[in-house]
């Protein structure tokens, strides 16, 4: 049962420190989506991935966040210094190969649910 | 440019009920539209999806949803409402020319006995 894997599920830390979450999307998905969620703003898209590049990263504090790709298999969202607003849920998801007029599926993992005290 | 409205943020129904989660999209080109679930404490998961080969396109746990390009509509519905339905429901839309989504903000769902 194919799925998108994030890590860690939940972590508390405190304001200042640097955060890494972790996406594992399903083997041969090429593009790659983090959002974040939270009450006030709902579903956001952070970042976008396509072969490991980034294609749309707007919706990204530039000051303190930073979204990779190191290989297929991974893709990074890192926070440092982090602070107490950005506690919030965070979702990769991951999507096949793009081919025109297919509205292919995305798929999301379960979150990383992020709380900076 | 992409963009969906859900009209509610909240939606109470009885149990046994006709569901109905309202979402109108804007679109420049052809949109692909999704409605997506999400559990308490789970990620998002897939309802459906419209890709312009039905305009009547069903879904899992009986639900459905008509394209309706006149009214620029895309609502899901269920016949008869069950308590697991209750959850957040999240309209999306895409472009057909790459894999960009764009959410509503969701509608919480919530099914009285």
């Known amino acids: 049962d194919a799925r998108v894997t994030q890590t860690p599920r939940h972590k508390v830390t405190e304001m200042g420190q640097e955060v890494t979450m972790r996406c594992q999307p399903i083997l041969g998905h090429n593009t790659v989506f983090w959002y974040r969620q939270t009450m006030m703003q709902g579903l956001e898209l952070l970042a976008y991935?396509?072969?490991?590049?980034?294609?749309?990263d707007s919706g990204m504090p530039k000051d303190r966040f930073s979204a990779e790709m190191p290989d297929a298999t991974l893709a990074t969202l890192k926070i440092q210094p982090s602070e107490p607003r950005d506690s919030a849920v965070y979702f990769c998801?991951?999507?096949?190969?793009?081919?025109?007029?297919?509205?292919?599926?995305?798929?999301f993992g379960e979150g990383s649910w992020l709380t900076v005290v | 440019a992409q963009s969906v409205t859900q009209l509610g943020s909240h939606v109470s129904v009885s149990e046994g009920a006709l569901v109905l989660l309202r979402c109108n999209y804007s679109s420049s080109v052809p949109p692909y539209l999704f409605w997506y679930v999400q559990y308490p404490n789970q990620g998002l998961q897939l309802l459906l999806k419209?890709?312009?080969?039905?305009?009547l396109v069903k879904g899992i746990n009986g639900f459905e949803a008509e394209f309706k390009k006149s009214e620029t509509s895309f609502h899901l519905t269920k016949p008869s409402a069950h308590m697991s339905d209750a959850a957040e429901y999240f309209c999306?839309?895409?472009?057909?020319?790459?894999?960009?989504?764009?959410f509503g903000t969701g509608t919480s769902l919530t099914v009285i006995p």
């Open positions: 419209y890709t312009s080969a039905a305009t």
């Open positions: 991935f396509r072969n490991r590049a980034p294609l749309d």
């Open positions: 999306a839309v895409s472009a057909n020319t790459g894999n960009q989504f764009y």
């Open positions: 998801a991951s999507g096949p190969q793009t081919q025109v007029r297919s509205g292919n599926t995305i798929y």
